[in-house]
Every structure is written in structure tokens, then in C-alpha cells.
T-cell receptor, first 110, second 116 residues
């Protein structure tokens, strides 16, 4: 069974701080997505990474796919209250199965 | 707006009852996925349909069933409801599978089921 472990599970920070969320597995994924879910809403796709070592930037968010395609990280610079939410990574296996991570709940206080 | 529509948004019912949740995928998307999210937990995959056929099954209880109709909308039927079935149920759609598919899903806003 493929598992995607995210760390930390919870993160409470002040506006302006930087943070990194990790998504780790012992399995190889052909691609990996990051989603953000706000309370009472469905997850929204932020980014897809497909190449080992790939780095993508989305404004203050930087996503990296590990060289071996087993892990990923999400770095947020100068966090804002609007970044608050549940961050989920999801990996696509070679069998076309999508595996979701355990989630990281982020709270950014003004 | 993801383009995925789910109804109803909220549903309150009693134990032992049966409910049906409905999902309309994004225009042109052939795949529909159902997920369950309990309080403070991640997404649990229930079932996937592709163009009317069941494609994959996850941790779906025998009391639950789903189907995808010719117009591609999908319904998730939950029967003999228990207190523990209270959760958010999400539908998601994607445009394709197979070669070139990189796994992106587009989620609806969910149906919040409360079983009393």
C-alpha cells in the first residue's frame, strides 16, 4: 500500500513567516500534485510536478519534486492569512492510482 | 469555480435512512471520483467511474453504491446510515486516463452529510 506522509500535521504561524511542508513516501510516483482546501470547500489544485528535481513557483509558493520522485516539498514565503487551509499532496502511481497524503493544516494569524 | 457541481450541499438525516448524493462533472470530463472526508481527516477514496464503467474501488462500504449515467453525471447512494457516516462527500472529475494523464482532479464543493 502506497502511503504519502505529510509533515508537519499542523502548523500555526504569524503573518510574514516562512514555512515548508513535506510530503514523503517510499514509493515512486509518475507525477505529484498539491492541493489547498479551505474550510467548507473542496480541494483546489495548485500545481502538478512530473519530473524528478522539478521546481515550480506560484507567486510566494515554491514546489519541488524529489530527484527520485518519492517526495515533494512546498515552501511558502512571507505567509499571509489567505494561505490558511489544509494542504494535500497527491501522487499518481504507475498503475494510474492517485494516492492522497495525510494533509497539513496551516493557520496563519495576522 | 471548478465546474463540478454537487447536490445537495447539506443533508441531515437519521440513522437507518438512505440518501443519494449527485455529481455533475466538468463539461467533457469522463472520469468521476468519490471521496469521503471525516472531521479533521484526509480524503478517503471511495470509487471511480470512467465513461459509465466502474474503474477503481477504494474503501467503499457494502452499504454504499454508486453509478455513472450516460450523460456522465454520477450518484452515490448511502444506505442503512450510521452515525459514523457523517462526513463531507466530495466528487471530483478529470478529463482522461491512460498515457499523458498526470492525475489532476477538479473537486466539487462537497455534500455535508449529518446522521443523527
Amino acid at each position: 500500500t502506497q502511503l504519502l506522509e505529510q509533515s508537519p500535521q499542523f502548523l500555526s504561524i504569524q503573518e510574514g513567516e516562512n514555512l515548508t511542508v513535506y510530503c514523503n513516501s517510499s514509493s515512486v510516483f509518475s507525477s505529484l500534485q498539491w492541493y489547498r482546501q479551505e474550510p467548507g470547500e473542496g480541494p483546489v489544485l495548485l500545481v502538478t510536478v512530473v519530473t524528478g528535481g522539478e521546481v515550480k513557483k506560484l507567486k510566494r509558493l515554491t514546489f519541488q519534486f524529489g530527484d527520485a520522485r518519492k517526495d515533494s516539498s512546498l515552501h511558502i514565503t512571507a505567509a499571509q492569512p489567505g494561505d490558511t487551509g489544509l494542504y494535500l499532496c497527491a501522487g499518481l502511481t504507475g498503475f494510474q492510482k492517485l494516492v492522497f497524503g495525510t494533509g497539513t493544516r496551516l493557520l496563519v494569524s495576522p | 469555480d471548478s465546474g463540478v457541481t454537487q447536490t445537495p450541499k447539506h443533508l441531515i438525516t437519521a440513522t437507518g435512512q438512505r440518501v443519494t448524493l449527485r455529481c455533475s462533472p466538468r463539461s467533457g470530463d469522463l472520469s468521476v471520483y468519490w471521496y469521503q472526508q471525516s472531521l479533521d481527516q484526509g480524503l478517503q477514496f471511495l470509487i471511480q467511474y470512467y465513461n459509465g464503467e466502474e474503474r477503481a474501488k477504494g474503501n467503499i462500504l457494502e452499504r454504499f453504491s454508486a453509478q455513472q449515467f450516460p450523460d456522465l453525471h454520477s450518484e452515490l447512494n448511502l444506505s442503512s446510515l450510521e452515525l459514523g457516516d457523517s462526513a463531507l462527500y466530495f466528487c471530483a472529475s478529470s478529463s482522461r486516463t491512460g498515457t499523458g494523464y498526470t492525475g489532476e482532479l477538479f473537486f466539487g464543493e462537497g455534500s455535508r452529510l449529518t446522521v443523527l
